[in-house]
T-cell receptor, first 113, second 113 residues
Framework: AQSVTQLGSHVSVSEGALVLLRCNYS??????LFWYVQYPNQGLQLLLK??????LVKGINGFEAEFKKSETSFHLTKPSAHMSDAAEYFC???????????FGAGTTVTVRA | EPEVTQTPSHQVTQMGQEVILRCVPI?????FYWYRQILGQKVEFLVS????????KSEIFDDQFSVERPDGSNFTLKIRSTKLEDSAMYFC???????????FGPGTRLTVT
């Protein structure tokens, strides 16, 4: 079975500051890992994903995440926060041969001017 | 860009009534999913559907729930007799193949009174 833990339900950053959202997973097999973003009153939009290969993955809107197998982590970062980054962010995991995503509880990001 | 669409955006129903939530997945996708998110809780997997049959379902997906792909374009979730605890945001998702990411619709907010 897979599970995802997102540390911190709320993160507040200043505009221009580093955004760091933490995600740890547990999985019996090397998983596929995802970050989704949800803007108010909208659906889930994929930011980036890791399946195989390079462990540092780049996504949309300047976000990137690094898969660290030894730490079972897939933390999301963005060097410089923008007001438009205010949203809820979800880390998700699925086994390679499975069909469903298991989501973390989400982290709400607010950006201060 | 192709997108998953869902109707209605908001459905209010009385306890015990049947509801049908509708989704139009991306046209060439082969795998279809329903997830739900109760307010303040994690996004939870309900069911996956492939080749006109259910691939996997969660414990939540009991006999009150059913899914159908009636015409090759729509993908529906039916709740036969709604309960108060069915109130949630329901997301439809689709993907081309297992290795590809899931694309989510904007969700239907179901309120059971």
């Amino acid at each position: 079975a897979q599970s995802v833990t997102q540390l911190g339900s709320h993160v507040s950053v200043s505009e221009g500051a580093l955004v760091l959202l933490r995600c740890n997973y547990s999985s019996s097999v090397p998983p596929y890992l995802f970050w989704y973003v949800q803007y108010p009153n909208q659906g889930l939009q994929l930011l980036l994903k890791y399946t195989t290969g390079a462990t540092l993955v780049k996504g949309i809107n300047g976000f990137e995440a690094e898969f660290k197998k030894s730490e079972t982590s897939f933390h999301l970062t963005k060097p410089s926060a923008h007001m438009s980054d205010a949203a809820e962010y979800f880390c998700a995991v699925s086994p390679p041969n499975d069909y469903k995503l298991s989501f973390g509880a989400g982290t709400t990001v607010t950006v201060r001017a | 860009e192709p997108e998953v669409t869902q109707t209605p955006s908001h459905q209010v129903t009385q306890m015990g009534q049947e509801v049908i939530l509708r989704c139009v997945p991306i046209s060439n996708h082969l795998y279809f999913y329903w997830y739900r998110q109760i307010l303040g809780q994690k996004v939870e997997f309900l069911v996956s559907f492939y080749n006109n049959e259910i691939s996997e379902k969660s414990e939540i997906f009991d006999d009150q729930f059913s899914v159908e792909r009636p015409d090759g374009s729509n993908f529906t979730l039916k709740i036969r007799s709604t309960k108060l605890e069915d109130s949630a945001m329901y997301f439809c998702a689709s993907r081309l193949r297992p290795v590809y990411e899931q694309y989510f619709g904007p969700g239907t907010r179901l309120t059971v009174t």
